[in-house]
């Protein structure tokens, strides 16, 4: 039976990046090769070879969609360094897979170390997807149809595949992004691109994705950005008023929920947090708290920064308490734990794996979890709208948006006109609205556009995205680096006196002691 099945075996909870620096099995030859054009009918297996002797139990041929090939049988190991998978191919198609995914590895030498993740493109004749090829100095070079990747170099060198993306890069952004200049000039841009490409035959792959990244923040967009993979640590934190807590941790380690980060790797928090600002985007300084947060989980930008030495292990420090993640940490089949548990956390926090839902807090308080502006498969947003405003006898309503990150603002339209006509619950009294500094992007517009049509009192903080702010996403992927990064389309203007963010008319400061003694300081504030 034929398949377009994804391999995995050995998968695991956690990802896992393993540095350069370590003993990492090197992909010595995949055929066919990246960037190729075959016919189909004369072949029907894909081959990967290593430089050293494999677990031969296990593989990750990663990928899935369209444009995965269908598959024959089971993945099939022929010798200790090579490995096969039977696949049909189809005329007038481009196919794509990975050798390992940051959540699979895999593949592994005998002693456990798993293969980086490297993605492989090739396609059949009758392809569209392909614009021309050109012999340019002595290379074979591949022009896409499509305008969003780079043009593919054949077996290029290093130093070929990063000069190739990173010039292609420097022309095609400002000609693809909205506006790329409102905040850094073109001179500024260009003279730093160019400094980048110059450095490339003495400068390593780390230093050279941390210019990119640091290079693409400073435009100053939060909807344009460099694309991290690598493995999420255990661990989520939330800065406070008093500093930076773990908010949220895999079961295994509960003893430092709650506890305050002071150090990372040695460095203390605030020199850490310092580092990693030209490492995240962000439009204003209430998503940058927000941003930084998310950093300080994420491997390879603490990796990009200089924080850790590693892709795959790292230390925290809790006052006098160290707490080393290791790579036995992060392997193990199943799902993960996570504290805190549905039922011990706040109200907020509940049902974070739907995009929306209501309950009754009283009697007569209905309140309304809005966590993203995107349909759900089976529950549109129209159709929960619908049921929120069938619930009989409520004279107060909450909505709380605290924790959108976005979506499709329309898809909110038929509740903000619900409300604004609404007989009883549309006064201050009746009707609250939570947002914070992750109220971002499309839900910062359902917020704008719930303050211009509703008399709704805000309560919380101010929101992470600016009212004026870029957005409509599309992506650019640097195929020779396998890097993708993402940009804005379009322009939103909503504000003429261009605020940094929607701020509440309630501000409440989120306190440490409060959260973890069980208080939710906004919604406290809402129900007053």
Avoid at 271 to 289: C, G, M, S, T, W
Avoid at 337 to 346: A, F, I, K, V, Y
Wanted: aromatic share 12%; glycine share 6%.
């Amino acid at each position: 039976m034929k398949t377009n099945a994804i391999f995995l075996f050995a998968t695991f909870a956690c990802s896992l990046v393993v540095s350069a620096t370590e003993n990492v099995p090197q992909i010595v030859g995949v055929e066919p090769e990246k960037w190729t054009v075959v016919n189909p009918q004369d072949v029907n297996q894909i081959r990967v070879t290593f430089d050293r002797d494999m677990n031969t139990k296990t593989y990750s041929w990663c990928g899935g969609g369209e444009t995965y090939p269908k598959t024959t049988s089971k993945p099939e190991w022929i010798d200790k360094r090579t490995c096969i998978l039977h696949v049909d191919l189809e005329p007038r198609r481009r196919y794509e897979f990975s050798i390992n995914a940051p959540r699979f590895i895999g593949f592994q030498s005998t002693d456990g170390v798993p293969v980086k993740p490297a993605r492989y493109t090739f396609f059949t004749t009758g392809t569209t997807d392909i614009a021309r090829v050109e012999q340019r100095a002595g290379m074979t070079v591949v022009f896409f149809s499509d305008s969003s990747r780079s043009p593919a170099i054949v077996k290029g060198t290093r130093e070929q595949r990063w000069k190739a993306d990173l010039t292609w890069l420097r022309d095609a952004l400002p000609e693809q992004h909205k506006n790329l200049f409102f905040k850094i000039s073109r001179a500024d841009f260009q003279r730093r691109m160019n400094t980048l490409i110059k450095s490339v035959s003495t400068s390593d792959d780390r230093t050279l994705k941390a210019g990119l990244v640091k290079l693409v923040n400073a435009v100053g967009d939060s909807h344009t950005s460099v694309s991290l993979s690598g493995i999420i640590f255990p661990v989520s934190f939330f800065i406070f008023e008093e500093g930076v807590f773990v908010d949220g941790i895999d079961a295994r380690f509960a003893e430092f929920y709650g506890k305050k980060l002071t150090a990372v790797e040695g460095i203390p928090i605030k020199q850490v947090l310092e580092r990693l600002q030209p490492f995240i985007h962000h439009d204003n300084a209430f998503y940058k708290r927000n941003a930084l947060a998310n950093a300080l989980p994420n491997a390879e930008r603490l990796y990009l920064a200089g924080i850790a030495d590693s892709e795959s292990h790292i230390r925290y420090t809790f006052g006098d308490v160290d707490w080393v993640i290791s790579e036995a940490d992060l392997t193990g089949s199943g799902a993960r734990e996570w504290l805190p548990r549905q039922e011990h956390t706040h109200l907020s926090r509940k049902n974070r794996n739907k995009n929306y839902w209501f309950q009754r807090l009283s009697d007569d308080v209905l309140y309304v979890k809005y966590n993203s502006c995107i349909d759900t498969k089976d529950y549109s947003v129209a159709a929960f709208i619908e049921d929120v405003f069938k619930e009989q006898n409520v004279k107060r309503m909450i909505v709380d948006l605290r924790d959108n990150g976005g979506g499709s603002s329309p898809l909110f339209a038929p509740f903000i006109a619900g409300m604004s006509k609404h007989p009883t619950l549309n006064t201050p009294d009746h009707f609250k609205v939570i947002i914070g500094r992750k109220t971002f992007s499309s839900a910062m517009l359902n917020a704008l556009e719930l303050k211009a049509a509703t008399r709704a009192a805000f309560v919380g903080e101010p929101t992470g995205s600016r009212p004026n702010h870029y957005g409509q996403v599309q992506n650019l992927f640097l195929s020779n680096i396998s890097v993708s990064l993402r940009y804005s389309t379009k322009i939103f203007i909503r504000s003429l006196n261009d605020n940094d963010a929607l701020y509440p008319d309630v501000f409440v400061p989120m306190w440490a002691k409060e959260w973890f003694s069980g208080e939710d300081a906004f919604l406290k504030a809402a129900l007053q």
